[in-house]
């Protein structure tokens, strides 16, 4: 026992020295740690120098403390007197770097056309910018900047110089080069080099003055040209155009009945750039008959012109001429216009002599120009003298496509500028022509074709949709308006405990019936095509409704366990089972049946008396047997007029649907 008790005792004093070990190991460790934080907070900057941010100083090992305790006091502070030190130095450093800055700055904005001359940039961003900007006297840099002032005005006023002499001596090729500049247009003389060389990267060329003053004058010499020529084309082709529309105007009031078509007349001119384009100038030819000799086409809807060919016989050796009315509307025509024109008489080709045959047709005519001091003459005839005539009326008997073309074209080259009309008392269509013309005329028949079968599609849209929208409001009307005393029959109802009527369908029916909103009499689904996937009665039970004239209702019951849906599910219809709001009992059209109403001794009818009839604690029985004296009774029925809407149902396993009118019908 004694052994025991020497060896317990020896070990409870070795943990007692144990204990006291670690105590003063852990004091030894709290002081170290505390004499580290000391030094951190004395000497904060040499701390964060030798071992970085002060964190965590609490959870480091005696030989990490021990590392931050190696340094004696001296050490310590000389390092933080070090570092201080250096940062007064780097501040006062800064703050002279600064005052430079602000120095060489106030410079830069006294004298900027010096000071960006000498850094060769517009802003100061780094201090070699600042030593050469200071090492500059201001009296130095008031010198340079004069110098400078005065070369960019003498520069500016040789600029403007120049730049008014070339506005002055080359206005259309100065505002041409500008505004093409300026569109970007890609002709290499319109740029200097190094421009041209940014162009062709894509990168937008200056347009100021002081750019184009650099461009050598012999470029806008040249655009100077192009400019007067180019405007010249595109006047006239724009006056060409212009004089088109209003001879068309023309012809519509003096030319009654005469056709009409245009040419496009290729005419060499220029661009904006000077290169060769050809203007296309719109001529009109009118014509008092027409005819075409090709015998390869149809002639739908233009008949006439092959017709007209037995005329052309007549006309050439004058047993044929047209009536004085024709040449009356010439006359019309020709002094309606809005300046005195010269009118040109064509050979027509004929085989004869075409003077004498020109004689016999447009004598008449001849006589009233010179009534009217019109001035007339053979084309051949038209010389440079003529050049006063801006407007031109080409008067021919019977004329050609390819010799009007060729017309036009001359009498454009003589007497440039001119504005043409071609009239033409027979005119010749080429097989292309008519073809074009026909295509035309077969375009507007089946246009009017196609514009008469959608006024008529619209219109029984319109009809269909009128009819609908009907049939939606009567249906709106059947389903909303109730019995003037309706409060009366919903009273009846929920005294006698009745809280919801019944209507049993297949369940394949479901869907169908939240398709078309809601339930709908057999007559009606009839009646509108709607298919019913699996419908539950007859052709008997169909037969006696008819009979009773009750075809057109819905038909709902008082009870759960109508007869009726188990013989239906012994056929093997899957059954549902349909919770209908009492309120369709107070609609308007609401019939009841104290039976079944295909029994041929039932009484229905609409008033409050018909649904007091009813005997609904019979409807409430279940499982009524055949032989009970309430079988009949607990079939009795609601009869709704038409149609239930969704809104009075409550479905199996069907998200609630909103009104199905309430969107649809302005009420």
Not at 313 to 335: A, C, H, M, N, P
Not at 430 to 454: D, F, G
């Amino acid at each position: 026992m004694i052994l025991i008790f020497l060896i317990g005792a020896y070990f409870l004093i070795r943990l007692l020295v144990e204990a006291i070990r670690d105590k003063i190991k852990t004091q030894k460790h709290l002081k170290k740690v505390q004499t580290v934080i000391d030094r951190e907070k004395q000497y904060p900057d040499a701390y964060k120098e030798w071992f970085g941010a002060p964190y965590y100083i609490n959870c480091l090992s005696d030989k990490e403390l021990d590392k931050r305790l190696f340094r004696s006091e001296r050490e310590w502070a000389e390092k933080q007197k070090e570092i201080e030190e250096s940062r007064a130095r780097e501040k006062a450093l800064k703050l002279e770097q600064q005052q430079k800055m602000s120095r060489a700055r106030s410079l830069s904005y006294r004298y900027p056309n010096a000071v960006n001359g000498i850094i060769e940039s517009s802003s100061i961003t780094n201090d070699t910018q600042v030593e050469k900007i200071l090492s500059y006297t201001t009296a130095e840099l008031k010198i340079i900047e004069d110098a400078i002032v005065e070369a960019q005005k003498r520069k500016k006023e040789e600029e403007e110089q120049k730049h008014n002499e070339i506005i002055s001596n080359f206005p259309n090729g100065y505002e041409l080069v500008k505004r093409l500049r300026e569109e970007s247009i890609d002709c290499e003389d319109l740029y200097l080099p190094d421009e041209y060389t940014r162009f062709q990267r894509g990168q937008k060329v200056a347009t100021n003055k002081q750019k184009l003053v650099n461009i050598p004058l012999e470029v806008f010499d040249k655009y100077e040209d192009i400019s007067v020529r180019y405007t010249y084309y595109c006047n006239w082709h724009k006056q060409q155009n212009e004089h088109s529309k209003k001879l068309r105007q023309l012809h519509d009031t003096t030319l009654e009945n005469w056709g009409a078509y245009q040419y496009s007349i290729d005419i060499d001119g220029i661009t904006q750039t000077g290169d060769n384009q050809t203007y296309d100038f719109s001529v009109w030819q009118f014509f008092s008959m027409s005819f075409c000799m090709s015998d390869e086409i149809s002639y739908e809807h233009i008949e006439k012109y092959i017709n007209n060919r037995k005329y052309l016989e007549g006309l050439e050796d004058g047993t044929v001429t047209f009536k004085t009315r024709e040449y009356d509307s010439i006359l019309q025509f020709i002094t309606a216009m809005d300046e005195v024109p010269l009118v040109l008489i064509v050979n027509s080709e004929l085989e004869d002599d075409w003077i004498s045959i020109n004689t016999t047709h447009f004598g008449y005519i001849y006589g009233k120009l010179e009534e009217h001091q019109i001035p007339y003459k053979p084309i051949e005839l038209l010389t440079l003298d003529d050049i006063a005539y801006k407007t031109i009326v080409v008067l021919e008997l019977i004329t050609e496509n390819s010799h009007l073309i060729d017309i036009c074209q001359d009498l454009y080259s003589i007497i440039p500028g001119s504005k043409i009309v071609y009239i033409t008392l027979f005119k010749e269509f080429s097989k292309e022509e008519c073809l074009k013309v026909q295509k035309i005329k077969i375009a507007e028949v089946e246009e009017a074709a196609r514009k008469t079968r959608e006024e008529e599609a619209r219109r029984r849209k319109e009809e269909a949709q009128r009819k609908e929208q009907e049939e939606k409001d009567r249906l709106y009307r059947l389903s909303h308006t109730f019995k003037t005393n309706s409060a009366e029959f919903k009273r009846h109802l929920t005294t006698n405990g009745v809280r919801y009527f019944y209507h049993f369908t297949d369940k394949r029916n479901l869907e169908s019936i939240r398709k078309i909103g809601g339930l709908y009499s057999w007559q009606y689904c009839e009646d509108h095509n709607i298919e019913i996937a699996r419908p539950g009665g007859d052709s008997t039970s169909r037969s006696l409704d008819r009979r009773h004239g009750l075809q057109d209702y819905v038909r709902v019951s008082f009870c759960t366990d109508h007869p009726m849906k188990w013989i239906l599910e012994q056929q093997g219809y899957d059954m549902v089972l349909l919770k209908v709001k009492i309120d369709v009992a107070c609609l308007e059209g609401t019939l009841f049946s104290d039976i079944n109403a295909t029994d041929n001794n039932h009484h229905h009818g609409g008033t409050l008396a018909d649904l007091q009839r009813i005997n609904i604690p019979a409807t409430q029985q279940n499982f009524v047997s055949r032989e009970s004296d309430i079988f009949k009774q607990h079939q009795a029925e609601v009869m709704v007029k038409t149609f239930i809407p969704l809104e009075y149902i409550e479905m199996p396993n069907i998200t609630p649907i909103r009104k199905i009118y309430d969107d649809d019908l302005p009420f």
